[in-house]
């Protein structure tokens, strides 16, 4: 570090740099993020000093909390859910295996999970110290529930359904896996990172969120399709009891105690939140997803016409292609400047239709893809 500070030109240059390097996001379909909406920007700048991890202090970004928590909880059908605003699906995630593994006190605990389910199932199994197991998926890659119930044993704390997966965009048998849960006593965790925000837009219902007695915690994530700003999750629970679980006594700071995984929170991400939700309501969202779900429908159309079609049905704005000659058609795509990426298994060309993409990028992008895999099969 230099002795003596720099300009602010000077610092401001040295930024500009650096972001010139990112890629802006026009040309995104990899990302489950997007752009922010104007609104939250402007909340999140508002709130740029504030530290929800200190409540005693900060009472006003409390009681936004409160509120975002009872926004999200009225649209996964329950109003009076408890849970906070986290940093991300990952966050939640270990979270709600965290509070699964301190209610049933196993000796050598383990969890059973899509094998479709993020990564971050394997963080939170090697951070708890519990075992992550990995259940089949049926043809239509949701999890194959006969799989969920033999994996099951005594050391079962929980099982997790997943309801928008990250490479596909599917939604597991949640109504089915709720039985089980009821059925065999286990905490039920909803991974709805991506589709917490999409799914109550659907045309077609699926069962998934709080409606569904057996389901004990969701994880959903405004950072994702709820337009707000980075990082900005949710963790969000049926029973307070649960949730106190998590709680450590925090004895320096004006609040008695904590079940949050940080301590010192950004209150500006939970201002953010708030403010997309208030300014966008049911049908400012159920909008954004609409426009997404069409520009999907045109991509399958469009691809349709080049003889590429997607692996399975797509449910939401997540679309996986079966591209011939995947590997080529992936490295020319990126060198054309297009961010894509691809699943694991089945291997596919996945593009995630955030609401930064428009009608002319789908238009290019396709005309692009058609004309790559013209020339190079
Ligand atoms: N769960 C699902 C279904 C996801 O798609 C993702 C990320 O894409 C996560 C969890 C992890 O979320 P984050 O990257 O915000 O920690």
Known sequence: MNEEGMSEDGVI???????????DYRRVF????????????????MFIASNAGDPGIFKGTKKLEEETIELIGDLLHKRDAYGYVSTGGTESNL??????????????????????????????????????????????????????????????????????????????????????ALNEDLFLHIDAAFGGFVIPFLKKKYPFDFDLEGVSSISIDPHKMGMSVIPAGGLLVRRKEDLMDLE???????????????????????????????????????????????????????????????????????????????????????????????TRRPRALRLVIMPHIDGAIIEEFSNDLGEMISNIV
Request: aromatic share 6%; hydrophobic share 40%.
């Open 95 to 180: 979270q709600a295996i965290r509070m699964a593994r301190n209610i049933k006190k196993r000796r050598r605990p383990n969890f059973v999970v899509s094998e479709m389910g993020h990564f971050s199932f394997e963080k939170a199994g090697d951070i708890l110290g519990v075992e992550t197991r990995r259940a089949d998926v049926k043809e239509d890659l949701t999890v194959d529930i006969n799989s969920v119930e033999e994996l099951i044993d005594e050391n079962t704390i929980g099982i997790v359904g997943i309801a928008g997966t990250t490479e596909f965009g599917q939604i597991d048998p949640i109504d089915e896996l709720s039985k089980l």
């Open 13 to 23: 240059k040295l930024l500009e740099e650096a972001r010139s390097m990112d890629i």
């Open 30 to 45: 990899s990302s489950m993020c997007t752009i922010p909406h104007p609104i939250a920007v402007k909340a999140y700048n």
């Open 248 to 342: 450590v006594d925090t004895p320096y700071l004006s609040s008695k105690s904590q079940y949050t995984l940080s301590g010192t929170r950004s209150g500006a991400a939970i201002a953010a939140v708030y403010a997309v939700l208030k300014y966008l309501g049911r049908k400012g969202l159920k909008k954004i997803v609409g426009r997404c779900l069409d520009l999907t429908n045109e991509l399958v159309d469009r691809m349709r016409k080049f003889d590429v079609h997607p692996v399975g049905e797509p449910k939401m704005n997540v679309l996986a292609l079966n591209v011939p000659n995947l590997d080529a058609v992936f490295k020319e795509l990126w060198r054309k400047g297009w961010c894509v990426s691809m």
